[in-house]
């Protein structure tokens, strides 16, 4: 059984008007969503169960018609339905329904955990980067080092006193062998400043980190194992000025320009003269108090200029370290001292402890 | 080393500065006071010194002043009063110096008719002024011979030394021990003397170790009557091995090993004298005095030191005051710490100097050293601050990016840099070092469980693993980017060092071990994911992926072939191979080293050669064209034999070579479920496909598809059941 023609019209017509009608009375983006379900829904929308129950009915020749219909029926829904979302679009984002979203932004923040730098490793970068600015490249060198660049050429001879302020770790069964050539672990990262005068003619400048190790007992404030940050100039003309200059822009960089430096007479076998450096103190600003002892000083580090000794050495494989020629300094830092006084570190063994709790404040 | 401000005034009569400022102006010449202590009205000051070991001639109250002299310009008062008048002697008492290689003066004084006495009254034996200075110092005083020679130690830091010379057998000879001699020395132990030893003896025995104890037999008594009072210069390395072979460290040894004054014996032997004889008693003869000139030479008679203003200038650079160090300004300084200067004038190149050295100052030997000592008293801190000028460029140090990357990434990732201890025990170096024997064991490690250089990070990463742990911390997450050592000498083909062998070269590799327990912690409203073997094996993956590397494999080794280290879970662990080379092992830590820390949680420990990953160029961004079609997935559930692994999967989908897979990857992994055989897993693969050029048709992705199950066919995977997914 077919429908005539005309009752198809009055449907699609009675429809249209509907459509139009309801349309025209939408006033809210949910009365629009509505709307759209009603006739464009998927599953139970009207458009489909209409073209299921009319085209299924249909004879073949009026689908056609049908379809044609249909589709300017469809045309016009999604026509209307795209005017009312226009007309009540400001609805949607008024303050009234965006209230429904409401978030409490106190709740805590979701973060990715990222690892923390090391305390030690985040210091010797920042003296690294303030001595690259100042034209010094990066030199290292190994752990285990020979009694010669340890020591001797370092102006230490075999049997002088100074050795002994240097307890040093030695490796088993070195006895057999030639002073010099012992294996020890380096004191200290002046060694260095040798391999890198060996390898490279001046100007030389220098700065070196590197870990230590020296048979210490530990307590609060020294660990057997430690690092250094080292840096050696050499040049024509390089005075003892040039030494404090530098010196006073690095810790200035370090600590911040109302930082002043002073200079003492200190010893050390490949320096002369030598100095120790002390900083205004960083807690009370000179006055003094409990961290600088009342002195309002805070002794950070040592240097001197470089002892002619040690140039005869660096001229027996590289004959420009001529000290009548040439001159320059060398310094060499603490970096545990720095990092512990920067961050309010009190216990030395906290840097080496892999303490989650203490690693975790650094990132 | 504590001084005494009211000694230094006795010595500075004209010294009017503070103690505070005494103090400070003595720091900031390098005679450093660390702390000052009131000690009472009248009293003064008592200053606890830090003297560097190059300054050894300014270890007591004599040199201070002198140092406090140069500072003020003020003229310091005679060391000891002149002794009464000595009654004659019948010869002059014999003394022989046969070692003249070791002991360059020995002075010699008899003195007769000496009380000995406790210094318990409160007159005591000795005077009012030494006594008090006791006092203030709280130094216990012992008898008049004793405190004598301590009084003369504390006053000029030179050793000194009294015999009973009732038991001296004919006279003194300084001399080398012969093989067999033994001596009884004051500390009551029996020595057998070595040949090297230097001695004081007398004509039939050893009386005392030179320069470090005296003898048990020649002891001051309370029955001792008369007295021989040495004062002598023994050489520094002859002092230092005598007292090292006998395991004795002594005021007197600590300051011949550093070089006495050579002028300083009859002063020192002057005072202990005094002091003794004010209790009754004579000296008996002249002082014996005998010198080696070559000693002499090399100490108070040194050739003089040349000069140049130039020089200085040309070290010490400018100073705050204009004029900066002048002519007029060296030769005060120098002259005030008691040096002498003869002016040179043919030089023709400006200023210059003979200078001549004090022989309290053996660290004086060169020009730096004079220069050194112009710039100290002249005041370090009257240089100016200046910088040196620069025109060089700074270079990069290989492998510190690819160093700065790796840390990047492991931090990215949420893992903390640790730093952990050098030293391991035995068993760790055995359970990681990479070959037997290869750990270096130390002569004199901190203690017998840090007794070898770690071969490996995994010990010290177990250990702050396991600090965490044992303290309650469950969620760790580290990795220690550091060094290894192996024993690296040249060895004959027997594999091992046996323990004779010599380490002749040690070498230094450059490892990082990555050690991960508990979860991801949870954080806000995200919950804990706990941390399993692909958690590592994915930061280890994103560490190599900041390299370029033709290959990156992951593989196991079967257990009977013990190539997996000891340390790690047999069954869930890998090794980690890059263009063929191994650079790391990555796991769980194996339970019986987890049952032996007492770890109760899962451990994951990872260690990687990083100087072998750094062979490696850093992998540079090669950009993939962004296509404007529409990428298309495709889900494949499909049922792989229990013999297969996911790499057999993904080598075969890699091994099409078709361009228009963008991307695969695993969604989910199931044992069991419907349509799975027994020893058949479930894998759930997803697919993108996408072309640069074009939309994807249907019939190019039937194509693709059929491709990829023909390929996953010939391994014997097929697709579960079509519908189920």
């Known amino acids: 059984m077919t429908q005539p023609a005309s009752t198809t019209d009055a449907t699609f017509a009675a429809l249209e008007s509907e459509v139009r009608r309801a349309a025209a009375q939408l006033a809210s983006a949910e009365a629009v969503e509505n709307f759209r379900l009603d006739w464009l829904g998927r599953k139970q929308g009207r458009l489909k169960r209409l073209s299921e129950s009319l085209l299924a009915s249909a004879a073949i020749e009026e689908k056609k018609q049908i379809g044609q219909r249909f589709n300017a029926l469809k045309t016009l829904v999604e026509a209307e339905l795209e005017t009312a979302l226009e007309r009540t679009r400001g609805s949607l984002w008024s303050d009234q329904s965006l209230r429904r979203e409401r978030i409490d932004v106190t709740l805590p923040g979701t973060r990715r955990q990222i690892g923390a730098e090391h305390p030690i490793t985040r210091t010797m970068n920042e003296l690294v980067a303030i001595f690259a600015a100042l034209g010094y490249s990066v030199g290292v060198g190994p752990q285990v080092e020979t009694d010669y660049y340890n020591f001797e050429s370092m102006n230490f001879p075999p049997g002088h006193p100074a050795r002994d302020t240097q307890d040093t770790l030695v490796v088993a069964g070195q006895q057999r062998r030639a002073p010099r050539d012992r294996l020890l672990l380096r004191t200290h990262t002046s060694p260095v400043q040798m391999r890198t005068m060996e390898q490279q003619p001046p100007p030389v400048r220098i700065v070196i980190p590197g870990k230590v190790h020296r048979n210490d007992a530990a307590d609060a404030t020294h660990s057997p194992v430690f690092h250094q940050v080292e840096g050696l100039c050499v040049d024509k003309g390089i005075t003892f000025s040039d030494l404090k200059g530098t010196l006073d822009h690095a810790m200035k960089a370090l600590f911040g320009s109302s930082v002043r430096t002073r200079f003492f007479p200190s010893f050390f076998p490949f320096t002369e003269p030598s100095a120790d450096v002390q900083i205004s103190c960083i807690f009370c600003v000179g006055k003094g108090c409990r961290r600088c002892k009342q002195s309002g000083w805070i002794e950070l580090l040592g240097c001197g200029m470089v002892d002619p000794a040690v140039f005869a050495f660096a001229a027996e494989k590289q004959p420009a370290y001529d000290p009548r020629l040439i001159s320059g300094f060398a310094f060499g830092m603490g970096v545990e001292r720095i990092a512990m006084m920067k961050y309010g570190i009190r216990e030395i063994g906290q840097f080496y402890s892999g303490d989650m709790r203490f690693l975790e404040q650094f990132a | ?725």
Not at chain 2, 261 to 274: E, G, Q, R, T
Not at chain 2, 421 to 435: G, I, K, N, V
Not at chain 2, 436 to 450: D, G, I, K, T, Y
């Open chain 2, 1 to 725: 080393m504590n001084i005494l401000t009211t000694w230094l005034r006795a010595l500075l009569p004209e010294l009017t500065v503070t103690d505070a400022q005494l103090g400070e102006d003595l720091t900031l010449r390098g005679i450093a006071v660390e702390g000052i202590h009131d000690l009472g009205s009248g009293n003064g000051s008592l200053f606890e010194m830090d003297i560097t070991t190059n300054r050894v001639d300014a270890m007591n109250h004599y040199g201070v002043a002198r140092e406090a002299a140069t500072i003020y310009g003020l003229t310091l008062a005679p060391g000891a009063a002149p002794l009464p008048a000595a009654h004659p002697a019948a010869a002059p008492f014999p003394v022989r110096i046969e070692a003249e290689d070791a002991c360059g003066r020995f002075t010699a004084r008899v003195l007769r008719q000496i009380k000995i006495a406790p210094t318990s009254s409160v007159n005591g034996p000795i005077s009012s002024f030494a006594s008090r200075m006791f006092t203030l110092l709280e130094q216990k005083q012992i008898s008049n011979a004793v405190d004598a020679s301590n009084f003369a130690w504390l006053a000029m830091g030179q050793p000194t030394h009294a015999f009973d010379l009732d038991k001296i057998h004919g006279g003194i000879v300084v001399r080398r021990a012969r093989k067999g001699e033994t001596l009884k020395t004051l500390d009551g132990v029996e020595r057998a003397l070595d040949p090297e030893d230097l001695i004081v003896a007398d004509h039939a025995k050893p009386l005392a170790l030179a320069g470090v104890m005296g003898g048990w037999e020649t002891m001051i008594t309370p029955a001792t009557t008369n007295v021989l009072v040495e004062a002598a210069w023994f050489d520094p390395v002859a002092v230092r091995r005598t007292a090292r072979r006998h395991g004795l460290h002594t005021d007197a040894s600590h300051r011949f090993e550093r070089g006495a004054d050579f002028a300083a014996a009859p002063l020192a032997s002057a005072i202990v004298s005094a002091l003794l004889l004010e209790n009754g008693g004579h000296c008996e003869g002249d002082l014996v005095d005998l010198q080696i000139p070559a000693i002499a030479a090399r100490t108070a008679n040194r050739p003089p030191v040349a000069l140049a203003l130039a020089q200085v200038h040309r070290l010490l650079g400018q100073t705050h005051d204009s004029e900066g160090i002048a002519t007029a300004t060296v030769e005060s300084i120098l002259s005030g710490l008691g040096c002498g200067l003869v002016p040179q004038t043919e030089s023709g190149t400006g200023e210059a100097w003979l200078v001549t050295l004090p022989s309290w100052r053996l660290d004086l030997e060169r020009e730096i050293d004079l220069i050194e000592e112009i710039a100290r008293v002249h005041g370090y801190n009257r240089f100016a601050n200046t910088l040196p000028a620069f025109s060089g460029a700074v270079a990069a140090r290989p492998g510190a990016a690819a160093e700065s990357l790796l840390r990047f990434t492991l931090r990215a990732a949420g893992v903390h840099e640790a730093i952990g201890s050098t030293f391991c025990s035995a068993d760790d170096a055995a359970l990681t070092e990479p070959q037997p024997r290869a750990a270096v064991p130390l002569e004199n490690p901190l203690s017998a469980e840090a007794g070898l250089l770690r071969p490996s990070l995994i010990p010290s990463m177990l250990a702050m693993l396991g600090g965490n742990l044992h303290r309650d911390i469950a969620d760790v997450r580290l990795f220690e980017l550091g060094t290894v050592f192996a024993d690296a000498s040249p060895r004959s083909a027997s594999a091992g060092r046996a323990a004779e062998q010599l380490i002749e070269r040690v070498e230094e590799s450059l490892s990082l071990a990555i050690g991960l327990a508990g979860s991801v912690a949870e954080d806000g409203l995200v919950a804990a994911l706990e941390l399993d073997f692909f958690h590592l094996k994915g930061i280890v993956e994103q560490l190599v992926a900041c390299f370029a590397a033709q290959s990156v494999l992951f593989d196991t080794f079967p257990s009977d072939c013990a190539l997996t280290p000891a340390w790690l879970h047999p069954f869930r662990s890998a090794r980690l191979s890059v263009n063929g080379l191994t650079l790391g092992w990555l796991g769980e830590l194996h339970p019986r080293e987890a049952a032996a820390r007492k770890f109760r949680s899962r451990v994951l420990v990872a260690e990687l050669a990083v100087d072998r990953l750094l062979t490696l160029p850093l992998r540079r961004p090669a950009l993939r064209e962004l296509s404007h079609f529409q990428p298309v997935r495709r889900d494949f559930s499909l049922l792989v034999p229990g013999r297969l692994c996911w790499a057999d999967l993904d080598r075969a989908i890699a091994a099409l070579g078709i361009p228009e897979i963008l991307d695969w990857r695993l969604r989910e992994i199931l044992a069991t479920g419907p349509g799975i055989p027994a020893d058949h897993q479930a894998l759930l693969v997803s697919i993108t496909f996408q072309a640069a050029d074009r939309t994807l048709r249907d019939d190019e992705l039937q194509a693709f598809t059929a491709a990829i199950l023909a390929a996953t066919e010939r391994l014997g995977i097929r697709l579960r059941a079509s519908g189920t997914q």
